[in-house]
């Protein structure tokens, strides 16, 4: 992973929220109550709490990077306190940041207040693969991140939101009445409209736009909240111990297997696929958040974090972990040679081919997954998935 | 096909009261017929799968998802239909399959083997008449890529007697009319040829539709989606007591796109698109696999084995209800209860008042449909 961008190490908790509630206005006094630099304690630790201290304990604080020799028994406990718990535990605090900064200048072009924004959205594509049960309940990963947008609904309700009046606008700034509305004018793409287009961002008066920005940060911060309270309060024992959810350690390795496939698609045909659409047709402002030149940077992201995920998934196999290591190594090199923020290239024939050619590695990569990785667990090429009628 | 055709058809195909309703009263008479759907074995459910070892079957499954019967196919299947009286069904071949095999249910005992005319393959669906004196199937007439619906004779012999146009290219799904005498079929607009596999030959031009069909085979509704849903495939349909159709489609666009996958429609009216707006609309991933209303009708729910979920809907208000996961889930069906689902690994299970319910795993991976018996 890319060290500029793991900024803000986070010091490491003691425990987990004590009753954490999910309900914005509990949220928004524990974000509230505490200054940035605490970093996750904002998200208001005041006490031991028993069936939480073993994650505390055991936990990292970063996603790792490298993966350890594993046995398949270990798998499950690496992934968890490895790669699960660190990602969604930093995406909470980074995105706590976010909101605190937005409360004290919502001013778009502050440096501040962007660098809280990049940092915060940095941590929610290293865990966006993991759409299974805390991010798919009440719909919270729609509500932090409504892409690809093919309909054009976050422009249109941002103007609409923006064009409100006082009596809207003040709603804005009730965190529990923002989260009733549509995802399309939540979450970081939303955010990332407000902050660095121009053409939505004049359509009200600052004080309008900061009244969104400040609501749409806040609401971030209430979701990523809640989905880590989620995990860390039943969900990474659904994982740990089978049964309810899941009905064997089997079931939990499939699942983590889907999200493996999960990035491994986002990256291919949505972060690649989109821009790239076809030879005589390319889509540069399909392009996944062109407007803050993070399409590259996101491509960059997703192959670092999908990378220790596949390598703990394949664990003993030391055959395929070189195999996989080695596919990533190149899609690696290929992306971080790449010298085109925004995926603008795809319009230029002479260019075009260095995004297409990292596509087909990203397809390698898929490959190997679906071929290889997948029967090691017990996961059948999808019998209907990739061949339905 | 001949005229005579047409006339059988017409002459032998009237609505009557449901399998169960006809059995009761047959048996209140004192008159049940030598083999019934009362017999005991009849399975509940029949579905195709796939053998660890790569050999095709159908399955005749009990309430509880046990297998009762495994009948080998030659090659891959898809769905089945039963007959509305005997205790049979016919399982038919995925397309571009040419083979649909007559089963006794009571032992998955092979029959007969009904092989297309030349010039046409099956497309994995088809339905019984009424009386169950004939049975349609869906087909493809592959050297003009035309829609047609097979015709065999079905009180004896299974005899060949002719075909009628689908209304459209690519008819897939079929259901017998609730609210009048006739078919529904579902034309997912997709041109293909055997000489090219399964590769669709027309998508700049395709156009779906769902066709209203008399038994003489006159259009008699049609309902086509306009704009965008034009490279919505209508592929897979299912039948309200109230004659209410609800259809799945396949999106052919570019992936990512917000489109709905389920709809509701009764002819003379326009469609009532479900979810439309909702987000989770992209957790189905553009591919509805088999869809099927709840035992009272108010609700509706569409399989998605590339999103691994399976999404129910109130029929009245088309509002998301709620979402199940399950790895590869397509088949489904109607249960007293709910709904049953069945999987590419092999699961089949209830969902029932929100939750998955009584899982059983076969060493075997279903196939794209559950076909409900009784």
Known sequence: MNPTVMTQPVKTRSAAPKGTSTTPARLRASVWGVGVAMGLSLLAPTGPLQAETKTAATAATQMATTVPALVTDQQVEWILTQHILPGFDQLASQSAALAQTANQTCRHDDPALQQAFADAFDAWIRVNHLRFGPTEAENRAFALAFWPDTRGKIPDALRQALLADAETTAGFADPAAFATQSVALRGFYALEYLLYDATIRDVAEPAQTCALIRAIATDIAATTAAIRADWHTGYADQLRRPGDRYRSDSEVRQELFKALNTGLQLLGDMRLGRPLGGFDKPRPKRAEAWRSARSLHHIRLTLAAMEPLALALAAEDTALADQLRAAFDKARARAAALQDPTLASVTIPAERFRIETLLQDVTDLREIVATELGPRLGVNAGFNSLDGD | MGTDAVSEA???????????????????????????????????????????????????????????????????????????????????????????????????????????????????????SPDGNLLFTTENAFETGEGRIGLWEASTTYRRIGSIASGGIGPHDMRLRQDAPGLVVANGGIQTHPDSGRAK????????????????????????????????????????????????????????????????????????????????????????????????????????????????????????????????????ATDRSGFVVTTGQGRIARLSAGAVKDPIDHDLAWDNHLIPLL
Not at chain 2, 10 to 17: D, E, G, V, Y
Not at chain 2, 75 to 80: I, L, V
Not at chain 2, 214 to 233: A, I, P, Y
């Open chain 2, 10 to 128: 017409r002459s032998k195909s009237r609505p009557t009261a449901s399998r169960r309703g006809f059995l009761a009263g047959l048996l209140a008479a004192g008159m049940a017929p030598q083999a019934s759907w009362a017999d005991i074995g009849s399975p509940a459910y029949l579905a195709a799968g796939r053998t660890m070892d790569g050999r095709f079957l159908l399955a005749g499954l009990d309430h509880t998802g046990r297998i009762l019967f495994r009948h080998p196919l030659p090659a891959r299947g898809h769905a089945a239909t039963a007959h509305p009286t005997r205790p049979e069904a016919v399982a038919f071949a995925r397309r571009p399959g040419q083979f649909a095999d007559v089963i006794d249910c009571r032992s998955g005992q092979a029959l007969t083997r009904l092989t297309p005319p030349p010039g046409h393959h099956f497309y994995g669906h088809g339905t019984y």
């Open chain 2, 201 to 332: 030959l027309n998508l700049p031009a395709m156009q779906p539709n769902l066709s209203y069909l008399t038994l003489e085979g006159e259009v008699e509704h049609q309902l086509q989606l306009d704009g965008d849903l034009r490279l919505n495939s209508i592929r897979h349909l299912a039948m309200r007591a109230d004659g209410t159709v609800g259809f799945a489609m396949q999106w052919q666009g570019d992936p990512g796109a917000d489109l709905p996958i389920v709809g509701l429609h009764r002819p003379g009216s326009t469609a009532l698109l479900i979810a439309a707006e909702d987000p989770r609309l992209r957790n189905l991933q553009g591919y509805g696999g088999s869809i099927a209303f709840s035992p009272d009708g108010h609700e509706v729910a569409v399989t998605s084995p590339r999103g691994g979920v399976v999404q129910v809907a109130d029929c009245a208000s088309a509002t998301l209800l709620r979402e199940h996961w399950l790895t590869d889930v397509c088949g489904l």
